[in-house]
């Protein structure tokens, strides 16, 4: 009588994580090429600038040629406009268009940027997604983050001292940025900036996995900040280097330096919710 393979159990098992591992990547890579997809439809449907009627007949229209709903069109239109400076596919690879479904519904950026975020770092499914914001998780991120929302947090100070307006030259490293700084009376100088209390890997780190996030903490600050934008830098001392140690505030299309000190979204905190960071 024929038998089986002696270690038939273990063959099973193999096999079986490599099917589902195999399944997983699938599902990443259908996610990640529907993202792209919108947002690129998006983006040129964006483009042409439509408005009243136009709009509404131009989208007719094309949802009946592409056999693509309209709603979906209408909402691809809006992904794009609320993250025109970057594909997310490529910096949020996790992150599928199921819950980008629901973060469009969100009409406060800084939550969108907050849930995006943690759900990218911490691979939550749409469903927990969902619940973590019927839960209202981030109302409650800058008093005290939960368990498994736990994340570093650096303070704003509450009064606005040694802040300056400047605005963007190069992003270095996810870090380390050159701007250009506006010191009143219409002098403007050049310098390099680090952020202060956070650490990225290096560009030239020997380790292959250090480098990629490198890249992406690189990339990352590029897609927050364009070179045309108002930044808001407290700066605190001068390091060795001869670099200035500082927070970065923006806010996209504001350029008033209170409004974006107070309000504006805190360039150091968001590199540590990224997981692309560590508090040092």
């Known amino acids: 009588m024929t038998k089986i393979a002696k270690n038939y159990k273990i063959l099973l098992q193999e096999l079986l994580n490599i099917k589902t591992s195999a399944n997983t990547r699938s599902r990443n890579i259908i996610n990640a090429i529907l993202v792209d997809t919108y947002w690129k439809i998006g983006k040129r449907i964006f483009q042409e600038n439509l408005s009243g009627d136009e709009k509404a007949l131009t989208l007719k229209r094309l949802s009946e040629d592409l056999q693509i709903e ?58 927990r997604l969902s619940q973590k914001i019927k839960d209202n998780a981030f109302a409650s991120f800058d008093k005290k983050p939960g368990p498994d929302d736990a994340s570093p947090l650096l303070s704003r100070a509450a009064e606005a001292l040694h802040i300056y307006k400047a605005n963007l030259h190069h992003v270095v490293d996810g870090d380390t940025l050159v701007a250009n700084i506006d010191l009143g009376f219409d002098v403007w100088v050049q310098k390099r900036l680090r952020l202060r209390g956070i650490d990225t890997p290096e560009m030239k780190s020997p380790e292959a996995q250090e480098q990629k996030k490198a890249v992406q903490a690189k990339e990352f600050v590029k897609a927050r900040i364009a070179e045309d934008d108002i930044i808001v830098l407290q700066t605190f001392k001068i390091d060795l280097h001869g670099r200035f140690i500082c927070d970065i505030f923006y806010l996209t299309g504001e350029r008033d330096k209170e409004i974006i000190y107070k309000e504006g979204n805190f360039l150091n905190q968001e590199l540590l919710d990224s997981g692309l960071a560590r508090q040092v």
């Open 70 to 127: 309209e709603s979906v069109l209408m909402r691809a239109t809006k992904f794009f406009a609320l993250f025109p400076v970057e594909n997310p596919a490529n910096q949020y690879p996790f992150v599928s268009w199921s819950h980008y479904k629901i973060l469009l519904s969100l009409t406060d950026k800084n939550q969108r940027l907050f849930y995006l975020m943690k759900t990218q770092k911490n691979a939550w499914p749409v469903r």
